[in-house]
């Protein structure tokens, strides 16, 4: 297949100190058109540029070779590109560790000395006895493209299996090893996909989908989810299966056995539905309970003591409560309610020594407070400032566990915390080179177009001038029942440095305020999610942060399609949007790995009111050739088997066809990178220095803030 060439001109004229940059010109492959079409409930859906949808072609890859070589030739031309790389390198290069976990008496962390692709994972057999490196990912490639996907730990702490991705894809392979000699057993588990590790006697649970057929490793849909049992030393074809749906394709199914091994509880989930079915097995007595078979509600296990189940859940309370079962009397009117429902969302809970640490979100930022097993208050954790924690580590019979803290201006730090007196105290913190007090981070609330009320987190250097010319980024996601809270990023930094600001929107669709929440981001009501951005985008500048000549528009994944349908509608406000990732069709996104899943936030085009209403936003569907868009980088990667890249193709390819201005629209494709998950510090950097180039430069920013040091 032979694609055909145009050339499109782009000549932009800024100054950099007082040197004139030389003009950069453009000249795009544009896609070969075809006659592809469907015709959906009596509607022809023209679909020309299907034939990228197939990611072995050798003309497909060609095609994206060529895309490639326009985009990095155009980022080369930036100026001050290699001046944002040496200085995103240098804020990049320092040290961060993980908060502590133990098993078996073993303590485990995770460290990066700064500029490793992948971070490193440490024991210690005992508090004062020396580390050992367990498992160093960059050992296993050159390039720093297999990660660290997951770890299982025996009970007795002989063992660690472990799950490696390679390429950022979501398909792991397991391994095994013995934790005090190092020793590589010959266990070998191939083609596992949404599974945990969790052992039991002399093996060990995980999840996994029957091997793809050659050619459809990264694009072929994923069905008939397995739960497994490995017994050491046995070859994976002999493994048995513990649970399957042959008669439900689509479910999904994972196991852990609990802390005191007498309990396999699997968690089932069902398409097209948000909640999930709980299976208690007793290992003891095979004899199983079942909590929920609607999958109506979320049920997310907390600990148990004996029979005495807690489970958070969203039954009867939007925002999350923690109840009890009783395995001897499981029936829904015998549960107890441990917490109540509160005002703010209870999004998780750990459990040790008579205390239920509930960790709330209180308009997206974290608060922690203390409940006894009958769900008495008795305390509170204080935390340094508005921000989020993460993990909470610390074993049920424990006086002392390990939390993380973050916050825009608050690099991760970890805690060591004892139960017993409710202090915290830093066990580790980075020493990162830029000055947290600097910035200043505000939450702000903004109306959007129905009348909601919206959460804003802003970010920004101190002493800017409110004036509405400051380089503005805003982020957003909304879908999913994802929440996003305040954390720490070294390229964000860079970005604040430099005089921009910084803001993060909490949209509907995510998990902030609860189910509710959620549901009203979702299927017809999704146009809410894209009403919330553009209202947020409208705060910006009605209130002198900024301009449309300054703002830029980010958002990965569901948030790509965020970008993508919000600049159809709305490209007006914005100067720069940086698509990643992003589910483009709307129409074809549930044919590909895993999107069938996405039903329940989505719809489906085979549902004749659902086609119409993904029709009227998909961002394929909606581009227009008499808008003004502004300029825009995709961003895509060949290993991603999550969002396939297709989606990304296809929609610079009808961008490209179809805008007739001056601002570039290209697409950046990474090889041997997937949808995010594990990649690598040198790839991480180079793909942001590109991003914040491309930002920078098609707002006219003339020079950098920073000075070299």
């Known amino acids: 297949m032979k694609y055909l060439l145009y050339s499109a001109l782009l000549f932009m004229m800024i100054s950099c100190g007082n040197e004139e940059v030389q003009k950069?010109?453009?000249?795009?492959?544009?896609?070969?058109?075809?006659?592809?079409?469907?015709?959906?409930?009596?509607?022809?859906?023209?679909?020309?540029?299907?034939?990228?949808?197939?990611?072995?072609?050798?003309?497909?890859?060609?095609?994206?070779?060529e895309q490639n070589k326009v985009t990095f030739a155009y980022m080369t031309g930036i100026p001050y590109r290699e001046q944002i790389k040496e200085r995103l390198t240098e804020m990049w290069n320092f040290e961060r560790q993980s908060a502590p976990f133990t098993r078996a008496g073993i303590i485990f962390y995770y460290r990066n000395n700064g500029l490793q692709n992948q971070s490193v994972l440490y024991c210690k057999m005992t508090e004062s006895s020396p580390e050992k490196v367990l498992i160093d990912p960059n050992t296993l490639s050159e390039d720093g493209t297999v990660s660290l996907a997951g770890i299982g730990i025996s009970p007795?702490?002989?063992?660690?299996?472990?799950?490696?991705?390679?390429?950022?894809?979501?398909?792991?392979?397991?391994?095994?090893?013995?934790?005090?000699?190092?020793k590589e057993l010959p266990d070998h588990i191939q083609w596992v996909k949404f599974s945990g590790i969790s052992w039991y006697n002399d093996g060990f649970f995980y999840s996994s989908y029957n091997a793809p057929g050659k050619g459809q490793e990264l694009s072929g849909k994923?069905?008939?989810?397995?739960?497994?049992?490995?017994?050491?030393?046995?070859?994976?074809?002999?493994?048995?299966?513990?649970?399957?749906?042959?008669?439900?394709?689509?479910?999904?199914?994972?196991?852990?056995?609990?802390?005191?091994?007498?309990?396999?509880?699997?968690?089932?989930?069902?398409?097209?539905e948000m909640g999930n079915s709980v299976i208690i097995k007793n290992l003891k007595t095979n004899n199983t309970v079942t909590l929920d078979k609607e999958f109506k509600h979320d049920y997310g296990y907390v600990e148990n003591m004996g029979s005495d189940f807690y489970f958070q859940t969203n039954r009867n309370a939007d925002r999350n409560r923690l109840i009890c079962v009783n395995l001897d009397n499981p029936d829904t009117a015998n549960w107890k309610e441990i917490v109540p429902e509160s005002n703010d969302l209870l999004n998780s809970v750990t459990y040790a020594k008579g205390r239920f640490i509930c960790n709330y979100l209180k308009d997206a930022h974290s608060r922690l407070d203390l409940y006894n097993p009958e769900g008495k208050f008795v305390g509170e954790i204080t935390l340094p400032v508005l921000g989020t924690v993460n993990s909470f580590n610390i074993e049920p019979e424990s006086e002392t566990g390990y939390y993380d803290f973050t916050s825009?201006?608050?690099?991760?730090?970890?805690?060591?915390?004892?139960?017993?007196?409710?202090?915290?105290?830093?066990?580790?913190?980075?020493?990162?080179?830029?000055?947290?007090?600097?910035?200043?981070?505000?939450?702000?609330?903004?109306?959007?177009?129905?009348?909601?009320?919206?959460?804003?987190?802003?970010?920004?250097?101190?002493?800017?001038?409110?004036?509405?010319?400051?380089?503005?980024?805003?982020?957003?996601?909304?879908?999913?029942?994802?929440s996003l809270t305040p954390s720490f990023s070294v390229s964000r930094m860079l970005w604040l440095e430099n005089g921009g600001i910084f803001a993060m929107a909490n949209l509907r669709g995510g998990g902030?305020?609860?189910?509710?929440?959620?549901?009203?981001?979702?299927?017809?009501?999704?146009?809410?999610v894209f009403d919330d951005f553009i209202a947020a985008a409208?705060?910006?500048?009605?209130?002198?942060?900024?301009?449309?000549?300054?703002?830029?528009?980010?958002?990965?994944?569901?948030?790509?399609?965020?970008?993508?349908?919000?600049?159809?509608?709305?490209?007006?406000?914005?100067?720069?949007?940086?698509?990643?990732?992003?589910?483009?069709?709307?129409?074809?996104?549930?044919?590909?790995?895993?999107?069938?899943?996405?039903?329940?936030?989505?719809?489906?085009?085979?549902?004749?009111?659902?086609?119409?209403?993904?029709?009227?936003?998909?961002?394929?569907?909606?581009?227009?050739?008499?808008v003004e868009y502004p300029a825009v980088l995709v961003t895509t990667a060949d290993h991603d088997d999550r969002v396939v890249p297709a989606h990304s193709f296809k929609y610079i390819a009808t961008l490209q066809e179809k805008y007739k201005g001056t601002n570039p629209v290209l697409i950046r494709v990474d090889t041997k990178a997937g949808h995010g998950a594990g990649k690598s510090t040198a790839k991480s950097i180079e793909e942001i220095t590109d991003m914040f180039s491309f930002i920078l430069y098609n707002m006219e920013v003339k020079e950098l803030n920073y000075k070299k040091k």
Not at 156 to 182: C, H, M, P, Q
Not at 553 to 563: K, M, R
């Open 512 to 528: 902030e305020y609860g189910k509710a929440w959620h549901v009203s981001g979702t299927k017809l009501k999704k146009q809410n």
């Open 24 to 65: 950069i010109r453009l000249t795009y492959p544009a896609t070969l058109k075809t006659d592809s079409s469907d015709v959906i409930f009596g509607v022809k859906v023209e679909d020309p540029y299907r034939w990228l949808e197939d990611d072995n072609a050798p003309e497909v890859k060609a095609w994206v070779e």
């Open 156 to 182: 007795d702490g002989k063992y660690i299996a472990y799950a490696l991705s390679r390429g950022g894809s979501d398909w792991n392979e397991i391994f095994v090893k013995e934790i005090e000699t190092g």
């Open 538 to 626: 409208e705060y910006l500048i009605r209130e002198n942060y900024t301009n449309p000549q300054k703002l830029a528009c980010q958002g990965g994944s569901n948030g790509g399609l965020l970008v993508g349908a919000v600049i159809n509608q709305r490209p007006d406000l914005f100067k720069v949007a940086i698509p990643q990732v992003g589910v483009m069709d709307m129409l074809r996104y549930h044919k590909f790995t895993i999107g069938w899943a996405w039903v329940t936030d989505y719809g489906s085009s085979e549902d004749s009111v659902e086609f119409n209403y993904l029709l009227k936003y998909s961002p394929i569907h909606n581009i227009r050739d008499s």
């Open 408 to 482: 825009f201006n608050y690099p991760t730090t970890v805690y060591k915390y004892n139960i017993t007196t409710n202090k915290s105290e830093v066990f580790f913190a980075p020493k990162v080179d830029i000055n947290p007090g600097d910035y200043e981070v505000k939450q702000v609330f903004y109306t959007s177009k129905d009348g909601t009320r919206i959460p804003m987190f802003i970010t920004y250097k101190k002493g800017i001038k409110q004036d509405g010319k400051n380089p503005t980024l805003l982020y957003g996601y909304g879908g999913f029942n994802i």
């Open 222 to 272: 994923n069905l008939y989810h397995k739960l497994y049992y490995h017994r050491l030393g046995n070859g994976q074809e002999k493994d048995e299966i513990i649970r399957q749906n042959p008669q439900f394709p689509k479910r999904s199914v994972t196991g852990f056995v609990t802390e005191d091994q007498n309990y396999l509880i699997m968690s089932e989930g069902e398409e097209n």
